[in-house]
Nanobody, 117 residues
């Protein structure tokens, strides 16, 4: 059973950095696409970044040049490095993964990132 767990959320000052990690604490399976979404209060959940099993990454325009997504398939983990954080980056961040063979989408419980001025 897949159980995605996000770590690294918290309070950070504008301009600072934060590193989010996502690990599968359940049974290890193969994922193809993995990524991060976020949801700010009163807003829809939006894609932040995604990465394929081949390592190709896509970023939302709002985070390009500031965030970097990476994955370690041997460990079934994924990282989102967030730099130059802005107030508008405040949101609950969710990791997700798409099972290569199960064809199912898996989501973490979310971790809060709050950027203060």
């Amino acid at each position: 059973q897949v159980n995605l767990v996000e770590l690294g959320g918290g309070l950070v000052q504008a301009g600072g950095s934060r590193r989010l990690s996502c690990a599968n604490s359940g049974g290890r399976i193969s994922f193809d696409a993995m990524g991060w979404h976020r949801q700010a209060p009163g807003k829809r959940r939006e894609l932040v970044a995604s990465i394929t099993s081949g390592g190709s990454a896509v970023y939302a325009d709002s985070v390009k040049g500031r965030f970097t997504i990476s994955r370690d398939d041997a460990k079934n983990t994924m990282v989102l490095q967030m730099n130059s954080l802005k107030l508008e980056d405040t949101a609950v961040y969710y990791c997700y993964a798409h099972g290569t063979w199960t064809r199912s989408d898996y989501w973490g419980q979310g971790t809060q990132v709050t950027v203060s001025s």
